[in-house]
């Protein structure tokens, strides 16, 4: 064949993204060197056992190539034999789908010729092409059969990866949306409730350490924002676009502390089957954020001090070691200074972590927080649980004023979601929900307009509802704004953020049947 129509053909393809496209020029390209009347690519999809056309061109009619063809039962997705073999064949279409192999259309009938596309272990794919006239593959047909292959191979495998992107993107995309819906958030990074008050000086400390490398250690009560405050420091400093890893060193069981942290090599120790990067290696170039850190033990207290020290990792049964380009920011809930008089917390790992210490305030402190934070977490909780949203009232701020809050911001925020559910989309039930929530009655403050006995008196308070009475009224208020509908894009499943499945397991549990919500037809 002629060298340069080859080199056109390179051209012509490799300049096409859409493989269509790129089909079509290089029938017309060809022209009376390959008169053929229609063309298609199609492509196997083994795990749906079935041949699908991606590509269709010709100056007759196209659609019998069209659409999809499954294989028989039994028969194994690929190749025929004779055609791997001679990588060029001219079939009757009868006797192919007779034979199962699903590669020609149903709607085909007259002679093709097909030619191998590629035969690789993630991708087969052939070339259809109808209206030659030969009854045998003369040797001219078959080079310029061979010389198109080769281009539009390639035109399709950059198809392939195109649409594999795409889909991943897709399914990202959807994952992201999945995960903002059950946290009940917009976006993935959302404003600090508190900045410009409660937590003014907090913020204004972060602003001034984020730009720098320094260790940070983050000291505050259980819930009270302490990893917030942490991607705060990460979404403000130059790494902002590398890993934020965050790492509970208190769930960490002891003898693993080592492999989590520094990675190990293969066969270092039994289980090791493979080699494993550890979270200073994963957090490479971005932040590691270690939550708890009192936790740790103090033999993994000396290796992370000489990471800290030296700034190198080196992996359980590694002899090398490993730059760790790594900013540290560390929490804990714990007064480090009686641990290290205690003998459970190493001083000079105390003095390379609090280069930079940042004290966070308990919500107690803040209660001119407390309605902004409930605002936030009511409308949080709407979009989480599918409800109409809610806003608490002057007496809803009034109790949450009233309260402790041992459990801080994390508490709030359990105590709003409750409150949503229990008032089921028409208000926000606090009173009923800081009654389930106090695990004792003395955390609720007794106030000017309410009896101290009213807190204290347990007898007398107003009968809270179980948490299957809960679970039900959370579960038919998704049931009757999705119509009974439990699976799909609007339905109960997905508003409650759970697995179709786990929701009819619990719906069975519970005594609930989806078909009293249904519309009417």
Known sequence: ???????????????????????????????????????????????????????????????????????????????????????????????????????????????????????????????????????????????????????LGSALRHFVRQRDVAALREAAEADRRSLLTRLGRKDVVEAIVGADSGLREVMERVAQVARSDAPVLLLGETGSGKEVVARAIHRHSPRAEAPFIRVNCGAIPDDLIDSELFGHERGSFTGAVAQRRGWFERADGGTLFLDEVAELPLPAQVRLLRVLQDGLVQRVGGEQSIAANVRVVAATHQDLRAMIRGGRFREDLWYRLAVFPIELPALRERLGDVQALAAHFAQRAAGKLGLAPCLPDEEDIRLLCSYEWPGNIRELSSVIERAAILGNGRRLEVAKALGIAAPAASALRPMPSMPPARATDSASAEPTATFEEQARAFIEAALRRSLGRVDGPFGAAQALGLNPQTLRSRMKKLGIDARPFRAPR
């Open 1 to 151: 064949m002629d060298s340069s129509l080859t080199l056109a053909l390179w051209r012509a393809l490799g300049s096409q993204a859409d493989l269509q496209a790129a089909l079509a020029t290089a029938l017309d390209l060809l022209g009376s060197r390959l008169p053929v009347t229609a063309a298609a690519v199609r492509y196997l999809v083994p795990e749906h056992r079935l041949w699908e056309t991606v590509a269709l061109a010709g100056p007759g009619p196209t659609q019998a190539y069209a659409g999809v063809a499954h294989l028989v039962e039994g028969q194994a997705p690929g190749l025929p034999p004779a055609l791997r073999r001679e990588g060029v064949l001219r079939i009757e279409p009868a006797s192919f789908l007779k034979a199962g192999f699903g590669l020609v259309p149903p709607a085909a009938s007259e002679p093709l010729i097909v030619a191998v596309l590629c035969d690789e272990p993630r991708l087969t794919a052939v070339l259809l092409l109808a209206g030659l006239r030969e009854r045998v593959v003369s040797a001219a047909t078959r080079s310029r059969i061979e010389a198109l292959v080769e281009p």
